[in-house]
């Protein structure tokens, strides 16, 4: 298939059962856990919950550079291709096992199935489109993965077993056409080049890439900062109304902002050569959001979700269209896949510290605004210092 509209549509496809599966857990673990488990203490429930987030979140980091190895030295195509069909298979298996290990086991595939999409889809559009094109091209994979949340959220209101279902079957819908599609044509002329022997090389990456590879890493730290924290925030502004109900009126209005962030950043990318001026806006809507919760009420919680959104999808738009440009083909999908990798390591690390303040609100808010306040600083300084070098011109 050589139309780069049927891959963009495809590639989107991809990133909304991504974005809908990251969902699909947390929105139907306590009757997974009850029916499927027989758990029915609510402290073993949440403690479970937490394991397999966990196991989960590590799929991601090893799958990550896993497949980010493996598409830089078979294809990027290829790669995405067969990484649907494994999440597909362990999706479906996971509806039919009474082993809580088993299960375990098949979300960890899951998940490192689905670590490389976002970037590796990030890096096709990059190789397939002209810059202008390419910006309004990872605007629409991220509102496709955002409505890919939103759906599984609906679906929750059924059955834990018809969101798996789902999730499987479709997976092995868009195996069906990846099938068919091209391989990036920078992959195609890196294979017959003496290139060719450094592709997917990690020393070839640390030797050579390291400093754009740490740099654009801490760039991606304020929004993992703010997806870490934004629960726990909700967690002190739910006084007057039940907090589950607030916790879902404030994830729609996150997704919301997240939308209206990847239009914006389709926008800014029209009209601007550098990301700095759009990084900076994020920062300052990131340090606003994280000092005023404590001024918002439960009534508000829908408006501040989107405030708080805008810092989304946007933002990550930005980091991986830039960031993908600084690293020769060999290593491009290696690279952006680490960065997505090392942002996730980042957010375990946010998690544990936040869970330690937590207990105190006077002094969890204390310290999250002085982290803040240090991870925007360093944020402004590399962009104001950094000068990126581009290597994929176009």
Known sequence: ???????????????????????????????????????????????????????????????AIFFGILADKFGRITVIKYSI?????????????????????????????????????SVLIVEFFPPKLAAWGMSLLYILGVLGGMFATFLGVFSYKIMFIFGGFAGLGIYAFRRVLEESPYFIELYTSDRFKNAGSIVFLLRNYSKPLILNFLITLPYFFVITVMLALVKFIATDIDFASLVKMFLFGFFVGNIISCIFSGIYNQYFKSPNLFFIGNIIIFLTSIFTYRYISS??????????????????????????????????????????ALGRTSSIFFGIIFAYWITNESSFRMNVNILAVVVAIMVLLIIMFYKREKILNK
Do not use: H
Request: with cysteine.
């Open 1 to 63: 298939m050589k139309s780069t509209k049927w891959i963009l549509v495809i590639l989107c496809l991809g990133y909304f059962i991504d974005f809908y599966d990251l969902t699909v857990f947390s929105v139907s673990y306590v009757d997974l856990l009850k029916q499927q488990f027989g758990i029915f203490d609510s402290t073993k429930i949440q403690q479970t919950y937490y394991l397999i987030n966990n196991i989960q979140m590590v799929g991601i980091l090893v799958g």
């Open 85 to 121: 069909l494994l999440y597909s298979l362990t999706t479906l298996l996971c509806i039919f096992v009474n082993n809580i290990y088993i299960f375990m086991l098949l979300r960890f595939l899951a998940y490192l199935a689905l670590a490389s999409e976002f970037a590796v889809s």
């Open 299 to 340: 009534n508000f919680i829908f408006l501040y979700g989107i405030f708080i959104g805008l810092i989304g999808g946007g933002y990550n738009i930005m980091w991986a269209q830039y960031a993908a440009t600084e690293f020769p083909t060999e290593v491009r999908s290696l690279a952006c896949n680490m960065i997505f």
